[in-house]
C-alpha cells in the first residue's frame, strides 16, 4: 500500500508492506535518498513485520518546505506519521539522518516506539567539519543536486562494493540526483547544528547501533560514541561496509536489524 498524507504540517509519501497483523516497523531513510533504499530489507522482515517506510520531508515524493527545520522537526514528522497509520508502539530503526531522527525520538517521543535501531550515524557533527557542510549546501543553492552524485556515492560505498554492482550504484545515484535542493539544503542544515551526544544517557528506549565498520561519512567512533552514551545499548557492526551498509551488505544488515527486533 501506498500513499500521501499531511501531519506535522507537511504532506509525506509513505509505502506499507507486510502482514496487517504484523509486529509494526517504521523505516527512515538517509540523506539524499527516498523509501527505495529499503528494499533489500523488504523480503527479510515482512513475514513477521509490518514495515512503514516513507520518504522524509523534501525528500523523494514528499513535500520540500522551505523552512528551517531542526532535527526534533523530523522527529516529529516520523511519530506524527506512525501515529496517523497505527505503527507507534512498534519499533523504529534509521540510517543516517534517519539514525539522527531516531535520536530525537528517543529523546523527545520516549514512549513512541518500543526499540531503536541507529544505523550509519551520529550524534554530533564537529565543528571542523561544518565548511564541508557550509560547501555542501552553497553548491545544491548553485547548481542543483547533480554536482553531489559522485562524491556522495564515493563516500556511501567501498571501492569494491562500486565496482561489482554497478547497478545498485546507478540506482542510487539517480535517488541523489531527484532529490529536492531545497529538502537536501534543509536537512543538511539540521545535521550541522546536530548536538545530542550530551543528552543521549537520557534515553530510556531499548535501542542497537549498527554503524557500517568502514565508513568514512559517519565513522564507526562516532558510533561508539552513541553506544556508550546511552544505557544498555548494544553496537553491533556490518563489517567490511561503508555508509549505506544496508544496502553494501544486506545479508548482514538485515541478520543484525531482524536478531534485535526479534529479541525485543
Not at 497483523?21 to 515482512?46: R, Y
Not at 540510517?95 to 523527545?108: D, R
Not at 554530533?124 to 567539519?129: G, N, T
Not at 548494544?234 to 544496502?247: R, T
Request: aromatic letters at 6%.
Amino acid at each position: 500500500m501506498e500513499g500521501d498524507i499531511t501531519v506535522n504540517g507537511v504532506r509525506l509519501h509513505y509505502r506499507i508492506d507486510g502482514p496487517e497483523d504484523g509486529v509494526p516497523l517504521v523505516l527512515s531513510n538517509s540523506l539524499a535518498t527516498d523509501l527505495s533504499m529499503w528494499d533489500g530489507q523488504i523480503p527479510a522482515l515482512t513475514d513477521k513485520y509490518r514495515v512503514l517506510r516513507y520518504d522524509k520531508r523534501g525528500h523523494g515524493q514528499s513535500e520540500p518546505k522551505d523552512e528551517s527545520i531542526e532535527i526534533k522537526t523530523l522527529a516529529d514528522d516520523a511519530v506524527a506519521l506512525a501515529d496517523a497509520l497505527g505503527f507507534t508502539g512498534g519499533h523504529f530503526c534509521g540510517l543516517s539522518i534517519g539514525g539522527m531522527t531516531g535520536q530525537a525520538v528517543g529523546l523527545y517521543h520516549p514512549d513512541a516506539f518500543k526499540s531503536l535501531a541507529l544505523c550509519a550515524t551520529a550524534s554530533a557533527i564537529p565543528e571542523q567539519l561544518h565548511p564541508i557542510w557550509e560547501d555542501r549546501i552553497a553548491t545544491v543553492g548553485r547548481d542543483g543536486m547533480e554536482p553531489m552524485v559522485a562524491p556522495t556515492l564515493e563516500r556511501w560505498f567501498t571501492e569494491g562494493y562500486r565496482a561489482r554492482a554497478q547497478d545498485k550504484i546507478g540506482a542510487v545515484g539517480d535517488m541523489i540526483r531527484g532529490t529536492s535542493p531545497t529538502g537536501y539544503i534543509r536537512c543538511s542544515e539540521a545535521i550541522m547544528r546536530l548536538n545530542y551526544t550530551d543528552r543521549l544517557g537520557s534515553i530510556t528506549t531499548p535501542t542497537i547501533v549498527i554503524p557500517g565498520e568502514v565508513d568514512p561519512a559517519l565513522t564507526l567512533a562516532m558510533s561508539e560514541t552513541i553506544h556508550e552514551a546511552i544505557p544498555g545499548s548494544e553496537l553491533q557492526p556490518v563489517k567490511g561496509a561503508a555508509h549505506l551498509c544496508n544496502i553494501e551488505d544486506p545479508e548482514q544488515f538485515n541478520g543484525i536489524l531482524r536478531g534485535w527486533l526479534d529479541r525485543n
